[in-house]
């Protein structure tokens, strides 16, 4: 019997989604109740994966000519100098700010959602 890949994807998604948060405010909302698309998903992964490895995602950032401002949270599991240190070293104009208490979602950390949006409505004004 053909396992259902897909919802077995969206059931991952929700225990990354518990490991990539701080401290998550609880909002009832189930992931499992998106339409997942795994393959897709895993498709799109290999081709970035390849485009980072030759060095072509930073290329085309060189490209950028509007301002670029990153979020990230201080406690995401992926290191935020890693987004920082080539992102201002390839854009011409990139701010980057780092929110305390908070991991890969900002929107939804009991600690850090308000400086998120804060920062968010700031920038876009």
Request: hydrophobic share 40%; net charge positive; with cysteine.
């Amino acid at each position: 019997m053909k396992k259902n890949r897909n919802k077995e994807f969206a059931r991952f998604g929700a225990l990354m989604s518990k490991a990539n948060a701080f401290d998550p405010i609880s909002s009832g909302f189930q992931i499992e109740n998106l339409n997942f698309q795994q393959e897709i998903f895993t498709n799109i992964r290999k081709e970035a994966a390849a485009l980072r490895k030759a060095g072509a995602l930073l290329a085309l950032g060189k490209k950028i000519e509007s301002p670029v401002v990153a979020i990230h949270g201080e406690d995401d599991p992926s290191p935020y100098k890693g987004v920082e240190e080539p992102l201002s070293q390839t854009l011409k104009s990139f701010d980057f700010i780092l929110l305390k208490h908070c991991g890969h979602k900002p929107w939804i950390e009991k600690d850090a959602t308000k400086e998120f949006f804060r920062v968010l409505e700031k920038e876009l004004n």
